[in-house]
Nanobody, 123 residues
Framework: QLQASGGGLVQTGSSLRLSCRTSGHSFSRGTMGWFRQPPGEEREFVAADGRGTYYADSVKGRFTISRDNAKNTLYLQMNSLKPEDTAVYFC?????????????????????WGQGTQVTVSS
């Protein structure tokens, strides 16, 4: 139900926009988010859009999460990319409206997950 796209290979300082299209279920009243899994590491929180927008400290000021409910699509605009942003990026969603960052950053709060899209930032 969640289809992520937009990843690729870019150079340091570049920008990318990831998209996550939903189908078969509307999350317009729920929470949607992005997580990522760097090579050899565990999956980590990136950003979420619930009652508010929430970001990991490592991406704050560089990444922007947004969504277009009419298009059933979640976006992640990534600017000033760094090699440490290299990871597989996953979108996630839940029917509940999350209103606290510590909730939004927890994988267990999301019931629906999409497949990942690879982002590689070369130095």
């Amino acid at each position: 139900q969640l289809q992520a796209s937009g990843g690729g290979l870019v150079q340091t300082g570049s920008s990318l926009r990831l998209s996550c299209r939903t189908s078969g279920h509307s999350f317009s009243r729920g929470t949607m988010g992005w997580f990522r899994q760097p090579p050899g590491e565990e999956r980590e929180f990136v950003a979420a859009d619930g009652r508010g927008t929430y970001y990991a400290d490592s991406v704050k000021g560089r990444f922007t999460i947004s969504r277009d409910n009419a298009k059933n699509t979640l976006y992640l605009q990534m600017n000033s990319l760094k090699p440490e942003d290299t990871a597989v990026y996953f979108c996630a969603a839940d029917d509940r409206t999350i209103s606290a960052r510590w909730h939004a950053s927890s994988e267990s709060r999301y019931y629906y997950w999409g497949q990942g899209t690879q982002v590689t930032v070369s130095s």
